[in-house]
């Protein structure tokens, strides 16, 4: 057993917590693999793509124990001072008394006498404790007892926080040299612990949850039957042939390849800056699109010939989605660079199955894609609609983050960011190593810490809701959930912890039933953007 002599440490025969700055795809980050694998019946998936971030069981409240090391009888009781500590932090001071030390002498005595090989000696006989001490060397022996003493008080001092301490997170924050020197000249051994603890969720009011007044923002895209509209002619659009515009200007109706700068207009006659956000090079610009564009850019540039440009100054509206370019004043430049219009082919029954297969009708293909599009927006309405209650819920709650929750669940949100990124663009191993860096996750937690305890607070607040109502499911949802999402990981030739999947599964199904049991009893208020 090895006890490293910084500021602080874990003892190894404790279930210890990897650092921080940690990034392991072998093990660390599992469990969200495991879980963006899950597949979900539709009684849950409005809660799905909100627990996929979640990797802190809802049940914090009921932390496993921190150790699991047996609890050895002791001649003598500890004293143990508890302090508590900001961010549900508990610091244990303790003393363990020269009685218990003295007893753990004799026990490595006993232990070295056994097994050390001192010359001179037949191997069972009797040494002298001066001339075995000499032998192992003052210090590795005071090394040993200290050890010692550690591995058989420290279960006895938790015990003052069994069943609250949460898995992971104890620490001895007493140096190693220190308690040599404590234990050398005193004959007693002195240490601090500080463990986290799971939090105690208050709401504000008292059982404000039970009636929720919540307004749900809806994104006017998600209309169905504006979307049904527009995903038909985006089908009709792709039947066309594009021919180049040779002898006039933009019309309605074509599409404009375009380069497309912007800089800033300064009031004050400051030097103006390029807007990185506002440009484009090679843009394909539908100008049946003109409705997703700045306002008045399409005016400005209905006309343009080929190889034309024009400069135009326009302002960002206040609700334009990106925040940091509302009520921005900006100078456009546009060059066209090339026009088309398109030939399409006669709107009759004969395109039907072209437009969407299987359909014989023109009128068929718009009753099947309304159909597809009510479904989407119901889901896009239940997803905003459990969204509002989440944050609704994350403000009414008033809870300490422990340290070790905040880092478990960045860790899992940067891995499972790496992960997609990896799918995404093939990293090599330096481009890994470089975003797995202590430096890369540190500055990640930092910049997402807002996010990373929203999470937390929502997880926390759903768990303590399905505990308060003693929600329950049916063990026949979780089986087949649990079976469903095994049966995926094979079929994709995916390692997995069934364990794992199993407790992620009942996360999911925990908290599609918070949702479900708060969307019955809450005030739902639906506006359009």
Known sequence: MELCSSTSFYPKFCITSPKISTISFSSSFKPTQQFNSLKFSRSCTQFTNFSKRLSICARASAPPAVTDTAKEPLPADLVVVETQEPNCRIRLSIEVPSIVCDDSYKRVINQFMKKAKVPGFRPGKKVPESILISYIGKD?????????????????????????????????????????????????????????????????????????????????????????????????????????????GLQIGDVA??????????????????????????????????????????????????????????????????????????????????????????????VADKLLGGCTTIEQVKEVLLEKCVELEQTA????????????????????????????????????????IQANMKLNEEQLASLSSPRAVRDYLENQRENIE??????????????????????????????????????????????????????????????????ERADIQYVTK
């Open 140 to 248: 590795g022996f005071r090394k040993s007892v200290v050890e010692s003493i550690l591995k058989r008080t420290l279960p006895h001092a938790m015990s003052s926080v069994d069943g609250r301490a949460l898995k992971d997170s104890i620490r001895i924050t007493t140096t190693f040299p220190d308690m040599e020197e404590t234990y050398s000249s005193l004959n007693i051994l002195k240490y601090d612990i500080v463990v986290d603890v799971a939090p105690e969720v208050k709401w504000v009011p008292e059982d404000g949850y039970k009636n929720l007044k919540i307004v749900v923002e809806l994104d006017s895209e998600i209309d169905a039957q504006t979307a049904a509209e527009r995903e038909f002619t985006r089908r009709y659009k792709s039947l066309s042939t594009m021919r180049i515009v040779t002898n006039r």
């Open 381 to 420: 309405k239940d997803q905003a609609t459990d969204n509002a209650i989440l944050d609704q819920l994350r403000k009414m709650i008033q809870v300490g983050i422990p340290q070790t929750l905040f880092e478990e669940q960045g860790r899992q949100l940067y891995g499972a960011r790496l992960l997609e």
């Open 454 to 519: 929203s999470i937390i607070k929502q997880n926390l607040a759903v768990g303590d809701i399905f505990k308060r109502e003693n929600l329950q499911f049916s063990t026949d949802d979780l089986v087949k959930e649990v079976e469903n999402s095994v049966a995926e990981f094979k079929k994709h030739n995916q390692e997995y912890d069934e364990e794992s999947v199993q407790e992620q599964v009942q996360e999911v199904l925990e908290g599609a039933k918070v949702l479900e049991w708060l969307r």
């Open 257 to 350: 390849v375009l380069d497309i700068s912007a800089t800033t207009v300064e009031q004050d006659g400051s030097e103006a800056k390029n807007v990185p956000a506002a440009e484009s090079k090679g843009f394909h610009f539908d100008t049946d699109d003109g409705d997703r564009v700045i306002p008045g850019f399409l005016d400005a540039i209905i006309g343009m010939k080929g190889g034309e440009t024009k400069s135009f100054p326009l302002v960002f509206p206040d609700t334009w989605k990106q925040e940091d370019l509302r009520g921005l004043p900006c100078q456009f430049t546009v060059d066209c660079k090339e026009l088309f219009y398109r030939e399409l082919p006669e709107m009759n029954d004969n």
